[in-house]
């Protein structure tokens, strides 16, 4: 991998995915630093791929951006409520902010929105300042959005992001699987009908258990009904967009049988329209209070979304350039901002959805975006009888989701080092908060290096003639090369005659 001018990573291949052409000049040495890329191309990444798109790419990208807004409709709507906020703020947080990334992102594949793990650290930040005031509520978390925007470009400024080499797996699964624990627990209010006050989880859990006496038996039903058809379609039908299905079904249920007058709590009134352009006021009070939790958002949001975008990068054989996601990052997160919404960061399972469904260029984006604004255009109206049960059940779907049993096995393959890390982690989620859980993760993390570092592995080696290398693995431990290349004991036993008499 070579380096630019600007310190990102060069890419070796066209963006048509053939290989590109020698960079250096004929004569140059291959040493010298790579050629500069256009000035268009390094703003704007997406234009790379508009000389070669034809019909069958914009065919494949269109399939991928309607399903990939199809899937994100409801979860965006379920994540405005988790961060305490409007439905319609999770659609408006799919408009611009999807736009700004399209445009300035290097990832191809990359989806961004509303997430689970971020509208909960946006509910945790807001609740203690205005819980009381929706209104004060919806513009601190529109002020919250364009502070994250902000620390993601001054991190740009000063070049962080190399920070992104030294992110700890282990943390990284133990955060996911702590966040699918918090986001289950959060949701069991809305899918049994109660209501619940407490904030930290494991409170949480205890009110839901005390009140178990007043659940709504109706409301249970649906959501039950709901959960248990996203968990199938997943299962039997993973290609078909379950979320959508469930919640058009939901809300055919709800109109026609009327529940929200049987008690059942839906969305209610969604206002019709695109969102304007607004600044959020910058009260200097505010911007300090909210500071801390912006400095956490960008932690956790830039984490997830690098090693998102390069896992799917990689499958593709293409290349993320860290500098370039921390700007569109900023940018998306602004756009969040000047639009009412709240915080977005990547989403991993609608960039698989994109990448499944064939979308190869940053233009699905686009389209799914244009899809969600034609929704608040036209179809505002039939979402007022949507069941928050089913929104609940769209979490806790997507929550189950998140958690991986292979990776825990993976990691104690590696190390039992690691295992610990993950399992502190994931209690510290559900136990002291996300923020906190990750200061002592990532402590701990320095630590282990700390410890690697004082007790480094070493090796003996030795030539084996009939390998023609070294090997650092004894025959005693049962190196299979090393044994089929050790002489017969005999033979080893005339060598040791024969060294004792030459002497």
């Known amino acids: 991998m070579t380096r630019n001018g600007e310190g990102e990573d060069a890419p070796t291949a066209s963006s048509s995915g053939v290989p590109a052409k020698d960079s250096y000049g004929s004569g140059a040495s291959p040493f010298q630093p790579a050629a500069r890329r256009p000035v ?12 070669g798109y034809h019909g069958g790419t914009l065919r494949r990208d269109l399939l991928a951006g309607v399903t990939v807004a199809a899937l994100a409709l409801p979860a965006a709507m379920a994540y405005a409520e988790l ?12 408009l611009l902010p999807t736009v700004a990334y399209t445009l300035l992102g290097s990832s191809r594949q990359l989806i961004v929105g509303p997430e689970g793990s971020i509208a909960a650290l946006v509910a945790a930040a807001l609740v203690p300042l205005a819980a009381d005031d929706p209104e004060r509520y919806a513009s601190l978390a529109a002020l919250l959005a364009v502070l994250v925007g902000a620390v993601f470009l001054v991190a740009r400024l000063i070049r962080l992001g190399w920070v992104a080499d030294y992110f700890s797996r282990a943390v990284l699964i133990g955060y996911i699987h702590g966040v699918a624990v918090v986001l289950i627990i959060g949701q069991l209010g809305k899918l049994l ?5 407490a904030q930290d ?42 979320p959508l299905l469930v919640v058009i079904l939901a809300i055919a249920a709800s109109a026609a049988i009327g529940l929200a007058e049987e008690g059942v709590a839906v969305v209610g009134e969604i206002p019709p329209g695109l969102p304007g352009i607004q600044l959020p006021g910058l009260s200097l009070s505010d911007v300090l209070a909210l500071l801390p939790a912006a400095l956490g958002i960008f932690f956790v949001s830039f984490s997830d ?12 054989g293409q290349h993320v350039r860290v500098d370039t996601e921390l700007t569109a990052m900023g940018a998306a997160n602004l756009a969040a901002g000047l639009t009412q919404a709240f915080p977005v960061g990547a989403s991993g399972s609608r960039t698989a959805v994109n990448d499944q469904m064939g979308g190869r260029t940053q233009i699905s ?21 949507l069941p928050k049960a089913a929104l609940g059940a769209v979490i806790v779907a997507a929550a189950v989701g998140l958690i991986e049993p292979a990776s825990w096995r993976g990691l104690a393959r590696t190390s039992r080092v690691e295992v610990a890390i993950a399992a502190v982690t994931m209690a ?6 996300v923020l906190e859980a990750l200061v002592v993760a990532v402590a701990l993390s320095i630590l282990d290096v700390v410890r690697r570092s004082a007790t480094p592995h070493d090796a003996v080696l030795g030539w ?5 290398r070294y090997c650092g693995e004894p025959a005693a431990a049962g190196c299979a090369a090393c044994l089929a290349a050790r002489p017969p004991q005999w033979a080893l036993d005339i060598a040791a005659w024969r060294a004792l008499f030459a002497r």
């Open 40 to 51: 268009l191309h390094r703003l704007v990444p997406v234009s790379e791929q508009l000389p």
């Open 464 to 468: 084996v003639d009939r390998q023609g």
């Open 428 to 433: 510290g989620v559900i136990a002291v908060g």
């Open 201 to 242: 989880p494991l409170a949480q859990l205890a009110e839901v258990v005390g009140e178990l006496g007043d659940l709504s038996g109706i409301t249970l039903a649906v959501g039950v009904a709901c959960l248990a058809s996203l968990l199938l379609l997943r299962w039997r039908a993973p290609k078909l967009p379950g």
């Open 83 to 94: 961060a305490g906020l409007s439905p319609v703020a999770g659609l408006y947080a799919l």
């Open 365 to 385: 984006g686009l389209i799914g975006a244009g899809a969600i604004a034609c929704v608040l255009l036209f179809l505002t109206e039939p979402m007022q009888y």
């Open 305 to 316: 979304e690098i090693l998102t975008a390069r896992s799917f990068a990689g499958k593709r």
């Open 193 to 197: 009908g109660l209501d619940i006050d």
